[in-house]
Every structure is written in structure tokens, then in C-alpha cells.
């Protein structure tokens, strides 16, 4: 899934296709059948500084959840306790 707005009811990932982390965290993603959006921060600067404001930090996948929380480049056991957390697996 590739898209370059963010639902504020989805998962949102931004990320780049060429960061193992992200593709990582997308496979994971898809596996658990999780209704989500890729944001590609390579395609757009105002997508990397979106990234960025959310996190403070340059470093992706960051992972925005629907309760406004985020994770920076999460193990798949964070981004797994989180989602089960969230109530989305």
C-alpha cells in the first residue's frame, strides 16, 4: 500500500523502499492483516518532514498509530505488542 496522505484511522508507516527496517515492518504489517498506509519519504520532502516532526528524529520506519503515539524503527515484537494494544490485531 502506497499512499502520500495519512488517515488518521490507519496505521501510517513512512518509510523508503531501499531501508530493510521498513520492509521489515511492512511485511510484518501485511502478515497480521493490518489496515495500513505506506508513506514513501523518498517521493516527497514534505513526507520526510512529516516523519520527522513526528519523531524528532531522521531515522525510519516511523510507525504513527491512530492514538497519536508512534514508534521509530520498532522490533517486530514492539510493533506487535502495540497494534495488540490498539485493539487492531
Known amino acids: 500500500m502506497t499512499n502520500t496522505v495519512e488517515n488518521p484511522a490507519r496505521v501510517t508507516m513512512y518509510g523508503a523502499d ?4 521498513c ?3 511492512e511485511a510484518l504489517l501485511n502478515q497480521l492483516g493490518v489496515d495500513w498506509v505506506k ?3 523518498e517521493q516527497s ?3 520526510a518532514e512529516t516523519a520527522k516532526s ?3 528524529r531522521m531515522n ?3 510507525v504513527h498509530f491512530p492514538d497519536g503515539s508512534f514508534q521509530v524503527e520498532p522490533s517486530d515484537a514492539d510493533l506487535k ?3 495488540e494494544a490498539l485493539g487492531a490485531l
Do not use: M, T
Open 39 to 41: 508513506v514513501d519519504v
Open 45 to 47: 520532502a514534505e513526507a
Open 60 to 62: 525510519i520506519p516511523v
Open 18 to 21: 531501499w531501508c530493510r527496517d
Open 81 to 83: 505488542a502495540k497494534l
Open 23 to 25: 520492509r521489515r515492518s
Open 54 to 56: 513526528i519523531s524528532g
